[in-house]
């Protein structure tokens, strides 16, 4: 069985998880917490991270290397273009989502949704005001300005990797009660209301509130 191990809030598992939907493939989702790991937990994820993944041929750690290998082992309903030059620029825009994204997004939503859910903690709305001062405007401006033109996708006419890794972010920063500005970033704005509309999010977005309910 294919098993993705993390909690699904984590916009990393989600991303792993929203491509097996895609790709049609059934899988398990242990909702390992990185913060109390299961004993061996590093057999799996030698950094503890997750999402950590298993299937009958490989131990994997890393969600782009895991959406890689699920990309050639599943061909089937691509989310990466073949051509060398697009595929490149789907990748540095998986890369943005992964690295930049996160770094400004991440932290908001630790202080919105899990200090106050995992650390009975109130959040540091001086710290969030800060990020969104500071850090915010530069990647809303990068991505915005990929989107010119209000393209629907990121990458040309198809969903891409690069959109789950985008929006995966995004749907945690709408559980942080924050909206993107449509007046300062209309096209992001525009993006992240069509994809997730798409029944592919809708539905994560969906199961997590359950969650939340619980
Ligand atoms: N680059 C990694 C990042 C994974 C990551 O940072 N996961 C977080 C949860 S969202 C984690 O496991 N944090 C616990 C830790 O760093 O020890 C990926 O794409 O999978």
Known sequence: ??????????????????????KGVPYSNPQVNPMDPPKDFERVSPLGKIPAF????????????????????????????????????????EKYADTEVVSALGPIFFERVLKPLVLQQMPDEEKISNIMSQSIPSIFDYLNNQLHGKKKFLHGNELTIADIATTTHFINLSYSKIEVDATKWPNLASYLKQMTELPLFKSFIESDQLLYAE
């Open 1 to 22: 069985m294919t098993t993705v191990y993390g909690v699904q809030f984590s916009p990393f598992v989600r991303k792993v998880l929203l491509v097996l939907q895609v």
């Open 54 to 93: 298993e299937d009958d041929k490989v131990l994997l750690a890393d969600s782009a290397v895991i959406c890689d290998y699920l990309e050639q082992r599943y061909p089937e309903n691509p989310l990466c273009p073949s051509d060398l030059v697009e595929r490149a620029r789907v990748k540095w825009l």
